[in-house]
């Protein structure tokens, strides 16, 4: 039921103040007092009319439907749906940093501008680059501005001849869109045995015409690619530039840093890695790091620090920050946002990575693969098909219901829409497709020990329902506020839209 569906007529939220409901009714007094009749609205605007408690509790229940991760375990491979510290959102929301206007001067922002500084060095720390710029609001905007400056600089060099961009079957499909958005063409190369990039197809893939390869590391299959310096080699040597998918990543933080491997370009989801409640398509920041030669290119605005001039700003001495412009950035791909990025996201990011610390961001990595691995092998031993059993996990990996379909008919989706009845949100289904019938499990590092072997006895479950009671396994969830979907008719007559047959419209 919509809000809209449990409107009375005059019924409002100000029954203990009758003075200001007064006020906002009332035509020509109180808050419209002075505003010319012209400019008064005739009809009354369509919302609903609800008491506070009404409200209260129809927004409180629609939240009890939810699956989330303050409710539930949320193994959603390649989207990090991990516990996200209430001190991010609380120090994100201080009165000052929300109140601020989007156009105020940076006089009277230098404290949310040294915050941005900071989290680009942070940045620029943890993956070993030479510059960030926070300014992309998706993982996918990261990724576009990202190649934009792959095209801005062999255009610089008037190197125009390279026109393809090479992407292996095992990156995130967000890749090759990319790619095809910025003008280039994509060839696909395939993954060998092992779940690595197969160098024999890529020195055939590469030539003059490349103008990059996009790396997912680790990648969708979640391995962490082993042979990265052959790769950057053969990629440099062609005069091509290396672009890292580095959305996930809590697998490395701390340990390896793309800039020590060559790579030219990164984004990071910083709404997975760094720590902001995210799905349903946002809020976002995609922060894109870059070696030297593609500073110049780097989407505005950049935050700069300057010293405190006689002349100008620093006060008592202190550092000025600035945002710099296309003054500074003649050949910067130019700005991807109407102000400065989601900087609600930028600030959980930026007390995120001040929480952890260097320590801190060791043991993200160190933890989010051990519970991978640690998931993997109990999966294992259970008798699951995991999909590259001789290669470590990175933060994920692949478990294939082949073996099950094939024996009971019941599958993957089968399998996932039966684990929430059992409390647990699905694993990531279908994806990637190189692997038939798999889920891609992601327990993040903030999980307990007996939550994943709570995990491994549902899929254990499940599995014994499949062969016993197949009819259960197809007909779930059962327990849900909504049963089986009807998924392409959701998303081909898609209908988002609150329509009245209240006689006001
Ligand atoms: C999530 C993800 C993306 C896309 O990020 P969005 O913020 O959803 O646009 C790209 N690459 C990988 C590997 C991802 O996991």
């Avoid at 939550?451 to 062969?467: C, M, P, S, W």
Wanted: glycine share 10%; proline share 7%.
């Amino acid at each position: 039921m919509l809000i809209f569906e449990r409107s009375h007529p005059g019924r409002r939220n100000a029954a203990q103040a009758p003075h200001f409901a007064a006020a906002i009714s009332g035509p020509s007094t109180g808050l419209r007092a002075g505003i010319p009749a012209a400019l008064l609205r005739q009809d009354q605007p369509l919302l609903p009319e609800a008491s506070e408690m009404d409200v209260v509790r129809h927004y409180t229940r629609l939240s009890q439907k939810n699956f989330s991760i303050d409710t539930h375990f949320y193994p959603l491979g390649s989207c990090t749906m991990k516990y996200n510290p209430r001190a991010c959102n609380t120090l994100a929301m201080l009165p000052n940093f929300l109140a601020r206007h989007p156009l105020a001067p940076e006089t009277t922002g230098q404290g949310v501008l040294a915050c941005l500084y900071d989290l680009q060095e942070i940045l620029k720390d943890v993956t070993g680059m030479a510059g960030v710029s926070l300014m992309p609001m998706a993982g996918a905007q990261g990724e576009f501005a990202g190649v934009a400056m792959i095209r801005a600089y062999h255009d610089a060099r008037g190197d125009t001849g390279r026109t393809e961009i090479i992407v292996p079957d095992a990156a995130h499909g967000t890749n090759p869109a990319t790619a095809v958005m910025c003008g280039y063409t994509v060839k696909e190369i395939p993954t060998d045995t092992n779940g690595d990039v197969d160098l024999d197809a890529l020195r055939a893939a590469t030539g003059p015409q490349t103008a990059g390869l996009m790396l997912t590391n680790p990648s969708t299959l979640g391995v962490f690619e082993k042979r990265i310096t052959d790769i950057q080699k053969i990629i440099h040597d062609a005069g091509g530039l290396l672009y890292y998918d580095g959305a996930n990543l809590n697998a490395i933080l701390g340990k390896v840093k793309p800039g020590d491997m060559g790579f030219d370009v990164i984004h990071m989801n910083l709404h997975k890695t760094f720590s902001t409640p995210h799905g349903g398509g946002g809020p976002g920041a995609g922060a894109v790091g870059v070696a030297e030669r593609l500073l110049p290119f780097l989407p505005l605005p950049v935050v700069a620090k300057e010293l405190p001039s006689p002349s100008g700003g620093g006060v008592g001495g202190e550092d000025v920050f600035r945002y710099l412009t296309e003054a500074d950035l003649p050949q910067s791909i130019g700005h991807l946002s109407a102000f400065s990025g989601n900087i609600g996201i930028l600030l959980r990011a930026y007390v995120y990575a001040r929480m952890l610390g260097t320590e801190g961001m060791h043991r993200v990595a160190e933890f989010a693969t051990l519970n991978a691995n640690y998931l993997m092998a109990e999966l294992g031993k259970a008798g699951f098909t995991v999909a590259f059993p001789q290669r470590r996990a990175s933060h994920e990996f692949i478990v294939s219901m082949k073996p099950l379909k094939d024996a009971t008919g019941i599958s993957a989706m089968d399998v996932a829409k039966r684990l929430l009845d059992k409390g647990f949100h699905p694993p990531t289904t279908y994806f990637p497709m190189l692997v038939p019938e798999c889920l891609l499990i992601e327990p993040t590092e903030t999980e307990s020990k007996e939550t994943l072997d709570g995990f491994v006895a549902a899929l254990k479950e499940i599995r014994d329902e499949a062969y016993a009671t197949p009819e259960l396994v197809k007909g779930a969830p059962h327990t849900m506020p909504v049963r089986r979907l009807d998924d392409v008719k959701a998303a081909r007559e898609l209908d988002l839209t609150w329509k009245s047959n209240s006689t006001l419209l």
